[in-house]
């Protein structure tokens, strides 16, 4: 019943965190297409992919990280050889 739960969830924190990063996305998105002048918005074009890629794959190690710490079976850190 725990290990459900724990499954359950590690989902739900997985699905959460990476829809909060895709709506930040999509406003950064927004925000980039109000930019007038052709440099600087192709410079926040090139920073938004930058920071999405990052966003992203910050989202990602957190949601997996927070998986594998809650359904591991060792009851402390790992140990150190």
């Known amino acids: 019943m725990r290990a459900l739960f ?3 969830l590690s989902c739900t924190i997985a699905l959460s965190v990476l829809l909060a990063s895709a709506v930040a996305l999509i406003l950064w998105t ?6 007038q ?3 600087n918005h192709a410079l ?6 930058a920071i ?13 990280h ?16």
């Open 30 to 35: 927004g925000w980039l297409d109000g930019v």
């Open 37 to 39: 002048n052709p440099l």
């Open 44 to 49: 926040a074009a090139v920073a938004e992919l």
């Open 66 to 81: 927070a998986a594998v710490r809650m359904l591991s079976r060792s009851a402390g850190p790992a140990p150190s050889e």
């Open 52 to 64: 999405g890629v990052a966003v992203l794959l910050g989202a990602l190690y957190v949601a997996t």
């Open 6 to 8: 724990l499954k359950a």
